[in-house]
T-cell receptor, first 113, second 107 residues
Framework: EAGVAQSPRYKIIEKRQSVAFWCNPI?????LYWYQQILGQGPKLLIQ????????DSQLPKDRFSAERLKGVDSTLKIQPAKLEDSAVYLC???????????FGPGTRLTVT | QKEVEQNSGPLSVPEGAIASLNCTYS??????FFWYRQYSGKSPELIMS????GDKEDGRFTAQLNKASQYVSLLIRDSQPSDSATYLC???????FGAGTRLTVKP
């Protein structure tokens, strides 16, 4: 069974530029999560989808971050414009349904200069 | 505010010893609890899930849950150098993670 796929793996941009990340969850998983992990900290939930609906986006900085999950499968996370403090690893995870264990993708390491 | 607390460590144990990792949480309605292992530069990987009070064993790993005390722990028996990593505690319903405990197993 294929795992969670993410791209790109690494991205370097200048502040005020925009960037987008892509995630393809495990086949059949209804729930998809985006996390931000800053070095030395635990992952912080940005947004949670159940199929193509948003369950929780309370910690998503909506003035600059947006996410969508069209057709309840793939998802994209966008940052526009980026700030220096957005430098982090962005992790995508999926689970069979709510409250089940999550499986993480390899992550995208973003550096904002 | 809902919180998940872990001792940041680092925790150092000799090879073959038992490593004990602890986690407390503030949201009393949490139903599911997970332990993840994260090697440096890698993404978290699931070790254990636990949903009911008591112990759950899987190989060298034992998860313990006490909902009354809002406490979940992970024991690693016969610790190996390959167990050296950061261990993350995660709690539903809103999937909050602790900051992680860094474990070093010395040969």
């Amino acid at each position: 069974e294929a795992g969670v796929a993410q791209s790109p793996r690494y991205k370097i941009i200048e502040k005020r530029q925009s960037v987008a990340f892509w995630c393809n969850p495990i086949s059949g998983h209804a729930t998809l999560y985006w996390y931000q992990q800053i070095l030395g900290q635990g992952p912080k939930l940005l947004i949670q989808f159940q199929n193509n609906g948003v369950v929780d986006d309370s910690q998503l900085p909506k003035d600059r971050f947006s996410a969508e999950r069209l057709k309840g499968v793939d998802s994209t996370l966008k940052i526009q414009p980026a700030k220096l403090e957005d430098s982090a690893v962005y992790l995508c995870a999926s689970s069979l349904d709510l409250v089940y264990e999550q499986y993480f993708g390899p992550g995208t390491r973003l550096t904002v200069t | 505010q809902k919180e998940v607390e872990q001792n940041s460590g680092p925790l150092s144990v000799p090879e073959g010893a038992i490593a004990s990792l602890n986690c407390t949480y503030s949201d009393r309605v949490s139903q599911s609890f997970f332990w993840y292992r994260q090697y440096s530069g890698k993404s978290p990987e699931l070790i254990m899930s636990i949903y009911s009070n008591g112990d759950k064993e899987d190989g060298r790993f034992t998860a313990q849950l006490n909902k009354a005390s809002q406490y979940v722990s992970l024991l690693i028996r016969d610790s190996q150098p390959s167990d050296s990593a950061t261990y993350l505690c995660a709690v539903t319903n809103d999937m909050r993670f602790g900051a992680g405990t860094r474990l070093t197993v010395k040969p």
